[in-house]
């Protein structure tokens, strides 16, 4: 664990890795997405038709780009300049998707209650201040407003998790240790900056921001997808992800305590 990485040495190694990142992804984004993620996001944020959204932690930009198909006016923010040149490069002209170089946990580029709905996908778990991001994006939602996040699954996948094998390889059981030391650390693979914090520390964030909690969703795959790719049949082991619906206060309920007592 290491607690003087923050943000900025976290989006280096994002802006150093976008290219190999993004040649993992198809129009569905990667396998994970694609298997796990992408149902239950569209699920949680109902239709995106007519909606201003904004994806935040947009990577290359597929969930982007899959939201404009449906009719969703979308602007698009990431904080490693490569990453967004391969968003801008991937989008077709005609697909009018406002990208925009940002960092989450100081939104200054965008006025309060600009979006009627956020999403992040597999980010808040990247950056250092998670307390100044969701902060942030509850500030640039409509009162009402809608917030769809994933983040890896904190009590399954902390500093020093990953398969316990026997001689032969098979994988006996999945590891979970250090749950409760909260900071960054080097992933094994790919060797990003993660940030580690417990779940506790994910709810009780969310809820000291504003936002109410309507669903979590550990996502499992489809009988459809185990077909697709049998090997995620191993998934029923345990959670690799985590998906929350937030909800910024309405007008009624930010007003509410003065409201007139009827008799
Ligand atoms: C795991 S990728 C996910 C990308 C995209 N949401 C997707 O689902 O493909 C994490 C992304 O978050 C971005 N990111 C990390 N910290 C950020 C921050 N503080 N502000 C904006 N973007 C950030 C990284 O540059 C990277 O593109």
Same mark, same amino acid.
């Given at each position: 664990m290491n607690t003087a990485i923050g943000t900025k040495e976290a989006i280096k190694r994002w802006d150093g890795f976008a290219d190999t990142y993004a040649s993992h992804h198809t129009e569905n984004g990667d396998i994970h997405k694609e298997v796990f993620l992408n149902s239950v996001l569209f699920e949680l944020m109902g239709d995106v038709k007519g909606k201003r959204v904004l994806d935040a932690g947009c990577g290359e930009g597929y969930l982007s780009r899959l939201m404009a198909k449906q009719g969703a006016t979308v602007t698009a923010v990431d904080f490693a300049p490569? !990453?967004?040149?391969?968003? *801008? @490069?991937?989008?077709?002209?005609? !697909?009018?998707?406002?990208?925009?170089?940002?960092?989450?946990?100081?939104?200054?580029?965008?006025?309060?209650?600009?979006?009627?709905?956020?999403?992040?996908? !597999?980010?808040?778990?990247?950056?250092?201040?998670?307390?100044?991001?969701?902060?942030?994006?509850?500030?640039?939602?409509?009162?009402?407003?809608?917030?769809?996040?994933?983040?890896?699954?904190?009590?399954?996948i902390t500093p020093e998790s990953g398969w316990e094998k026997n001689d032969s390889g098979d994988k006996l059981h999945w590891n979970v240790d250090q749950y409760f030391y909260e900071g960054a650390? @080097?992933?094994?693979?790919?060797? *990003?900056?993660l940030f580690h914090r417990t779940l506790t520390t994910y709810i009780n964030t969310m809820i000291k921001s504003g936002f109410s909690l309507e669903r979590i969703v550990e996502p499992t795959p489809s009988q459809e997808m185990l077909k697709k790719h049998p090997t995620f049949e191993e998934d029923f082991r345990c959670a690799d992800f985590i998906v929350f619906k937030l909800r910024k206060a309405g007008v009624e309920s930010q007003s509410s305590w003065f409201s007139p007592i009827v008799p």
């Open positions: 490569r !990453m967004l040149e391969i968003a *801008m @490069e991937r989008t077709p002209d005609q !697909m009018d998707i406002d990208f925009r170089h940002g960092n989450l946990e100081h939104l200054d580029l965008f006025n309060d209650g600009l979006f009627d709905l956020a999403v992040s996908n !597999m980010v808040l778990q990247d950056l250092a201040n998670v307390e100044s991001a969701l902060k942030e994006i509850y500030r640039v939602l409509v009162p009402g407003g809608c917030f769809v996040m994933s983040i890896l699954h904190p009590c399954f650390y @080097e992933q094994k693979l790919g060797k *990003m900056v």
